[in-house]
């Protein structure tokens, strides 16, 4: 996305619908001069979404430096910006993914959520907090109970399936000890 406020996303772009995101993986590399996600760009509307049991291992840069609206230029692992929506639900998600914003923020899960406050529900999502990329406070406000909502995870953990709460590893996941969680059936 070469645009000025352009959203750009591994999966979506721009969601403005009803829509239920499941079992998604990205390893792509996303930039944007706007909003760049992991699997969401940006989502909108009024009705709810959910976003379950997807996977980013992709570079995402938004490389936006608009001074005056800096928060449109933002970049998270799995959603970057919620517009005005009734519900967006995240759960059992995860940001492998290095991040970078030039002028705005970074998050592992999700970034920031335009006028409406605690719209986000959150559950068993995490981030590797490496070199500072992680779901950070900046986001708190738009969450609805951040303090169980996201873990910020170190390499190690992410390598081991006791870390992950409420995920399915029959049907969904799978885990090779050593190695960090991908969806079930990927090429590898």
Known sequence: GSQPNNQVGGIIGRNTYSVKVNACYNAGNITAVGSAGGII???????????????????????????????????????????????????NCLNIGELSAVTGNKNGIFHRMVVDKQKIEMSDCYAIDKDNVRQTDVSDDFIKNPESSYVNISESQAATQNTFNNWNFTDVWELTNGQYPTIKGLIK
């Open 41 to 91: 760009g940006r989502m909108g509307g009024t009705s709810i979404r959910e976003i379950n049991n997807c996977l980013n291992i992709g570079k995402i840069s938004s490389t936006g430096n608009d001074i005056k609206e800096p928060r449109n230029n933002n970049s998270a692992g799995i959603v970057a910006t919620g517009l005005n929506a009734a519900s967006i639900k995240i759960t």
